[in-house]
């Protein structure tokens, strides 16, 4: 299909979303008019126009029109650039939103028809039960385990409060599609759109203080609150409805009480203190405490709207006896408050059930008599009601909205999200050897301390050592009022050693002596060589007696953390990629010869260069065995929002995840990737090995650290207020990069249009294999391997998102010749072999929708870029109140390329 084809296909099936489009950014206009004039507006047409042309334009031609391109942006005074970048940051914005209403528009649609719709649970059910019959599909079901951690790692570059201006924006938006509006109703929305556009249009994009840890714990609350609490029954009534084989017929329905939930949530907001000095041991009992009060009373409030239609006369739905007698100890036990109900619904007592069972959770909040001691508790009180109504017949209420209640209390309980604490491996070692000399490195005395055999009589005296011992007295807290589950898992990132575990286990009996406090210890191996290095901690783990032993209080249960983010940065694109999938497969070797039940935690982040990419392509490549129907998975920063923000396309990647891990967990799947592995592995090694060498040759080279932070806006994403947590490691310089972490890293590529960290390598790395077999044996790797194909279509988003063009503008700021030489020559070779083993002739062909968008947001993302790059070198020369300005602005435009690019890190 040509190009113009294309185009003309797209418009007549994307009508509505062009529509959208074309409504908000007019209205833009129009405010920006009003506001500031209608040189503003000018200005902006004036720079949108010269980016479409010089994307265009071709040879001489193009070199004329970059110069009248940058001549055109640096005519304009700071105030206007600064209104300029604000517009197209906002057009970028309302762009996104036209696109994620779209997206819904296409789900229901979908839903509506008849067809099966890829990746769903329908589809999954129906083609497993064709491929494995009805009795290996409800096994795959019934190990079903998917846990979704959300984080707060610093990626998401808008403030809340434009997130809630553009939320009332769709809301008004929607009003729109309903053909029933009266024209008075259309004059109002129209009304409230400009409204609320004024109000974006006049929120300034960056926030000028950084959040609070509580800051974070509360946004995050809100995509609980909007989307996620009201979702989970959605997806389990999805997975029942797949699983019917006839929906209209009554005599086949399934019965809804007996489908066990299978998705938790984690959270590691108010927990995750490495390298964050905002976290400490008062930050984590306060977020669970917030989180607590708000599942509270949400529980609260779902139970009595519940109760109010459970208007059931006792003569049609006679209780049951457990029921007479559960009513009469509660309402003794709650006194008057208990009562109340009663009286007030006399004849209706699976109503006064459920009305006393919301007291007792308001008394569980409020901390008062008749309070619940767990939500086991409130779980069976629920239960208790929902037995009676099926003795009494009334089975369609008892699988009904009283069900969603169930499901709700099951998946949440009294703690909405299971908080986890991660920190760094040296606190640990660090505190041991202020409490125990000699010992930090010595994993069979700290086993025997944790243990409780040598009781610690020295008292701590730095500050680090004594927060690190109050953190285990407050997660020994929390378990003791919200449960073992609500934080009984702690992270140690930088696992190198078993002394790395079993000091965390040290320090907490010395913490809490009596021994009361449950700690499930999750070693996090995140360089190459810690990667390559796991299994032997794990076995010299194995050979000490008390974590022995405390792996068999486990059920031998094990979680093992793999770290994406800075094996990318250590290693480079696909030798990390390839050592993750290799550490999976010794891991999993290695949990088999030992018995246990390893569940692999990935600590994927948003960006392709830190893991990020479609998540249900991801699980089916995982490494063979890795997965057995458990999967666990940190989500982050922006992507959060972009996948649970909207309730329709949270349930659609909700549906995409579960499908793929319970296909991807079928005897079938695991054994064509085992023999797909044992084909190709050898030829991933070699592609890995050149890889990792042309990338450390790059980023090894003398002085590159410098070469990075003149060629990228690192020091303005370092001073954006996007997260609580710092952009370096504690102590780091500038120049050391091995000091910055992994997200500003990414991030700083995205910017200057280079996406390296997803790309650079690769191209290498696959040259070796055609030198070496040939071509077409490249393509059958790619075309039978889902681990590298994988790591092929992630490479190819990465390169469509770059642009050699601007990029090269960025890449001369840094005065390194030879080295932007090897980012160009590396780029053209990659781009060159990923074309050639798709078979595409342009990158995402086979993508056209997502091609198509990339080329049409390309111009307006150039127009930040180039206003980008003068305040940058304005910002050089620059001091006093004209460089606060100038790096104000800088910040500016690095939120709209964000917004443009989707992508931060």
């Known amino acids: 299909m040509t190009r113009r084809a294309l185009v003309k296909e797209l418009d007549n099936l994307s009508g509505p979303l062009r529509a959208d489009v074309r409504r908000l950014s007019s209205a833009l206009g129009e405010l920006i008019a009003e506001s500031d004039g209608a040189g503003l507006l000018e200005a902006v047409e004036r720079l949108r126009q010269a980016a479409i042309d010089l994307r265009q334009s071709r040879g001489s031609a193009a070199e004329e029109r970059l110069k009248q391109l940058i001549d055109l942006v640096d005519s304009f005074d700071l105030d206007q650039a600064e209104s300029v970048a604000r517009a197209f940051t906002v057009y970028f914005q309302l762009a996104n939103l036209a696109e994620e209403r779209h997206r819904i528009r296409i789900l229901r649609q979908r839903a509506r028809s008849q067809a099966e719709v ?103 609350l809100s995509i609980f609150d909007e989307s996620l609490f009201p979702l989970v029954p959605v997806l389990y009534r999805e997975l029942g409805r797949a699983l019917e084989q006839n929906q209209l017929t009554s005599a086949r329905r399934i019965d809804a009480t007996r489908i066990r939930p299978f998705l938790r949530w984690g959270t590691w907001v108010g927990g995750d203190r490495d390298g964050n000095p905002h976290v400490n041991h008062a930050v984590t009992e306060a977020a669970l405490e917030v989180q607590a009060d708000r599942v509270l009373l949400k529980l609260e409030s779902r139970a009595r709207r519940v109760a109010s239609c459970l208007t059931l006369s006792e003569e049609s739905t006679p ?167 609500s934080c009984v898992r702690y992270v140690v990132s930088f696992t190198r050693s078993p002394a790395d575990v079993v000091a965390v286990a040290a320090l907490a009996r010395v913490a809490v002596p009596e021994g009361s406090l449950e700690l499930e210890v999750v070693p996090l191996f995140e360089s190459r060589a810690d990667l390559e290095a796991a299994p032997g901690v794990l076995d010299s783990l194995l050979g000490l007696p008390g974590w022995q032993r405390s792996l068999e209080q486990r059920g031998r249960r094990l979680e ?110 695991q054994e064509a990737l085992a023999a797909a592995e044992e084909r190709f592995f050898d030829a991933a090694e070699l592609m890995a090995s050149t890889s990792e060498a042309v990338y450390r040759g790059l980023v090894e080279a003398p002085d590159f650290a410098e070469f990075f932070a003149r060629v990228t806006p690192l020091d303005e994403i370092g001073q954006l207020a996007i997260g609580s947590r710092p952009a370096r490691r504690g102590g780091a310089q500038v120049s050391e990069l091995e000091q910055l972490r992994a997200i500003p890293w990414v991030f700083a590529w995205t910017q200057n249009r280079c996406n390296l960290p997803g790309w650079y390598g690769l191209g290498s790395g696959l040259q070796a294999i055609v030198d070496r077999s040939g071509l077409a044996y490249l393509r059958r790797i790619v075309a039978e391997w889902p681990f590298l194909s994988s790591v092929i279509d992630n490479a190819e988003m990465s390169l469509a998102k770059a642009d050699p063009m601007i990029a090269g503008l960025y890449l001369a700021r840094g005065r390194r010749p030879e080295l932007v030489d090897l980012i160009r020559e590396e780029y053209r070779l990659t781009r060159r072999l990923v074309l050639a083993v798709t078979g595409h002739q342009r990158l995402l062909a086979g993508h056209p929708i997502l091609q198509l968008a990339v080329d049409l947001r390309n111009p307006y993302v150039d127009a930040l870029s180039f206003l980008q790059l003068r305040f940058l070198r304005e910002l050089q020369e620059a001091d006093g109140a004209r460089s606060r300005q100038l790096s104000a602005l800088v910040r500016l435009t690095v939120s709209g390329v964000a917004a443009g690019l989707q992508n931060t890190g």
């Open 118 to 220: 890829a990746e769903s649970l329908a589809a999954t059910v129906g083609q497993l039960r064709r491929e494995v019959g009805d009795a290996a599909l409800a096994e795959l079901l019934a190990q079903l385990d998917i846990r979704l951690v959300l984080t707060a790692h610093p990626t998401e570059a808008r403030r809340r409060a434009v997130v809630d201006a553009l939320r009332r924006i769709a809301d008004v938006m929607d009003l729109f599609d309903d053909q029933r509006l009266s024209a008075y109703e259309r004059a109002e929305a129209e009304r409230r759109l400009r409204e609320q556009l004024s109000i974006l249009w006049r929120t300034p994009q960056l926030r000028r203080h950084r959040p609070t840890p509580l800051d974070e714990v509360r946004t995050v």
């Open 319 to 485: 209780p049951s006896e457990e029921l007479r007698r559960w009513l009469q100890r509660t309402q003794a036990a709650l006194g008057r408050a208990g009562r109340a109900p009663r009286a007030r619904s006399s004849g209706e007592p699976h109503r006064d059930a459920l009305m006393l069972s919301a007291d007792r959770l308001l008394a569980t909040r409020l901390d008062r008599p008749g309070s619940y001691d767990s939500a086991g508790e409130f779980i069976a009180d629920l239960r208790t009601i929902q037995r009676s109504l099926l003795a009494a017949g009334a089975d369609r209420v008892a699988g009904g909205e009283l069900q969603n209640l169930i499901w709700q209390a099951e998946t949440f309980g009294f703690h909405l999200a299971s908080l986890e604490v991660r920190q760094h491996s040296s606190v640990h070692s660090d505190a041991i050897a202020e409490l125990l000399p000699g010992a930090e490195d010595n994993a069979a005395a700290l086993d025997a301390l944790a243990d409780g055999d040598h009781p610690m009589a020295v008292k701590p005296h730095s500050e680090a050592a004594r927060e690190a011992l109050a953190t285990f007295q407050a997660i020994a807290r929390l378990q003791a009022r919200y449960g073992t589950d």
């Open 560 to 669: 093992v953390m793999l770290g994406y983010s800075d094996a990318t940065k250590d290693a480079g694109f696909l030798a990390a990629n390839l050592a993750l999938y290799r550490a999976q497969s010794t891991l999993v070797a290695w949990a088999r010869r030992n018995r246990i039940q390893l569940t692999l935690f990935h600590g994927r982040g948003g960006a392709v260069g830190r893991g990020g990419g479609p998540a249900g392509r991801a699980i089916r490549s995982q490494a063979p065995g890795s997965l057995q129907g458990r999967f666990k998975v940190t989500e982050q920063g922006e992507v959060i929002f972009a996948r649970y923000g909207n309730r329709a396309i949270a349930l659609r990647h909700l549906e995409q995840v579960s499908s793929a891990v319970v296909t991807a967990s079928t005897a079938r799947h």
